[in-house]
């Protein structure tokens, strides 16, 4: 799910900028100049920001410094898959909660759950791209003050709405983000974890104990170019969600069942032609989209949004697919 664009030419200036004689010297273990770029954008202090390698190195680092093997984390059954890894990875106990039969979040279930240790939310949600709203992330929050709620935002920019503005009133918040996507930046590696200083500090020691220099130099001087430079931000994030939104138009036209996508990537099934079909006839064509062998999701298509062009190319390869 990499943005189709380029990332903005201040980026690009800014490693090459950086990447002089000063490559001799370990890079900045505090990251003083992406904490507060980043700080600046969420209305935080840089005490409240914690940057790593990509969101995945982030969130490894949060299941090791919030969670415990007592208690179980809850998440949704239809989620990111490395949720799971995790938990098992660190010997961790998980209560996989069943997405609605829309695939919607069921936040009742979150918040009656009892004795959890921890809970962790994607939003939107990913493969399915639906987004949950912030009073109900409220509502999570809320009914579970004495645990760690972890909110991954690693597509909100293209529609969904941030959990950033709760961290004011909520020290059990964790907003993990990215830069892989609408930034444009998967091949620098660089997201970052919001949270009260007193959770930064906890994920701090986790990785102080593997390696402090975890963010080089041409990452942290690329995504601090990235996060100040709003324009162009904002004029690839808007193209991506027309052209989203223009094709699912397109394959709704077409007959694919489409679920409301508020990420940079469409979830879709069609009722004639099952996903395994698609995903081998597209392949065929040169079009690689996701396909996911589970219950449930196993006739789903996630197909990520690319340029116009490639969108055109894809409607075009599912209608002779469909129609034939």
């Known amino acids: 799910n990499e943005t189709p664009y380029p990332p903005s030419p ?45 969101s995945d190195e982030v969130l490894a680092f949060c299941f090791q410094a919030f969670f415990d093997a007592e208690r179980p984390i809850l998440f949704a059954d239809i989620t990111y898959t490395f949720y799971a890894v995790y938990t098992d990875y660190f010997g961790l106990k998980a209560w996989q909660i069943p997405l609605d039969e829309d695939f919607s979040l069921p936040v009742e279930r979150f918040c009656k759950a009892e004795n959890c240790g921890g809970v962790v939310i994607a939003n939107p949600n990913a493969p399915t791209g639906r987004s949950v709203d912030l009073e109900d992330i409220r509502r999570v929050l809320e009914e579970h003050r004495d645990v760690v709620v972890l909110v991954d935002e690693a597509y909100v920019d293209f529609g969904g709405v ?13 907003v993990v983000r990215t830069l892989s996507k609408s930034r444009a930046l998967a091949g620098l590696r660089v997201g970052y974890a919001l949270g009260s200083p007193n959770l930064i500090s ?14 080089d130099r041409l990452a942290q001087a690329g995504a601090v170019a990235a996060l100040e430079d709003r324009p162009y931000f904002e004029e690839m994030r808007e193209r991506v969600i027309r052209t989203r939104e223009r094709t699912e138009e397109r394959l ?14 469409l979830f879709v099934s069609h009722p004639k032609r099952t996903g395994k079909a698609l995903l081998d006839g597209l392949r065929e064509q040169g079009i690689l989209v996701r396909w996911f062998d589970r219950p449930r999701i196993g006739n789903y298509l996630r197909i990520s949004v690319g340029t116009d062009d490639e969108m055109d190319a894809l409607c075009a390869a599912l209608k002779a697919l469909t129609e034939g």
């Open 10 to 54: 201040k980026v690009v200036e800014a490693v090459k900028s950086a990447a002089g004689e000063g490559l001799r010297l370990y890079p900045d273990p505090e990251c003083a100049g992406l904490r507060a770029a980043a700080a600046k954008l969420h209305g935080v202090t840089p005490e409240q920001v914690f940057p790593g390698n990509g």
């Open 162 to 174: 941030s959990a950033d503005t709760l961290l004011k009133e909520y020290d059990n918040l964790v």
């Open 202 to 215: 906890g994920l701090c020691c986790v990785r102080d104990s593997i390696n402090s220099y975890t963010v």
């Open 252 to 265: 709704r036209a077409m007959g694919f069942a489409v679920l409301e996508s508020k990420a940079n990537f």
